[in-house]
């Protein structure tokens, strides 16, 4: 599991984006501010409780946003990077691109984990790069929804070059953009515009109302 300073680190460099955004825009973001595609289904979640697949490049704040959902509202919570067999941990850290092949493993490993939730109607998230249509297809089930962290490569730079603690190196980021296909208008998912500079709160505050999740219970 990812470290606290990972997600302290993100938070704070999304709140230094924030101070330069607020030198011109008043206020805290609204979930229109910040959400910027919604292609879920009226009656989605009519018999399926939500799954949450926050996606995005390294360094887009996936771990941060999914943490805060999970504490807030009580539920699982996963971090894809923990499903990475050692070979490709090492892969990365080599600053080695994975392949195709490096990914189908991983990816079925995490649909196992989503599976047992879904078959079980117990909501949850989890973080997964997700980069492609192909490694989506693979995760997509009842109550799934892919929450996408967009953002354009000079934006998640500056977020990835504040973390500490992980074995992804900056320079790979570029890889990750190369094979980037963002989630299509047939998929269901949630966008969410990195480009305002939102605060981890505002992220996590826009989700919760566009999914319309329901408060922790005791």
């Avoid at 080695?96 to 047992?116: E, F, K, M, V, Y």
Wanted: with cysteine; charged share 25%; net charge negative.
């Amino acid at each position: 599991m990812r470290s606290q300073s990972t997600i302290d680190s993100r938070s704070s460099a999304v709140q230094q984006g924030s101070a330069s955004r607020e030198d011109t825009d008043l206020g805290a973001l609204g979930r229109d501010d910040v959400i910027v595609a919604n292609t879920i289904p009226a009656g989605y979640f009519d018999s399926a409780e939500p799954v949450l697949v926050v996606m995005g490049p390294a360094g887009s704040g996936k771990t941060a946003v999914a943490s805060m959902i999970a504490r807030d509202r009580g539920w699982d919570s996963a971090e894809a990077d923990d499903f990475h067999p050692q070979a490709n941990i090492d892969k990365m850290a080599a600053g080695i691109p994975l392949n195709d092949d490096d990914r189908w493993g991983w990816l079925d490993t995490i649909a196992t984990w989503i599976r047992r939730h879904v078959d079980e109607c117990r909501p949850a998230v989890v973080t997964c790069s997700a980069l492609k249509r192909i490694y989506r297809d693979r995760l997509r089930m009842p109550g799934v929804v892919f929450v996408y962290l967009d953002g354009d490569y000079d934006t998640v730079m500056g977020l990835l070059s504040h973390r500490q603690g992980h074995f992804m190196k900056p320079e790979m980021l570029a890889s990750q953009f190369a094979i980037l296909e963002r989630p299509g208008n047939d998929e269901v998912h949630v966008s969410l515009d990195l480009g305002r500079h939102p605060t981890v709160e505002e992220e996590s505050r826009a989700i919760v109302e566009i999914l319309h999740l329901a408060p922790r219970t005791a």
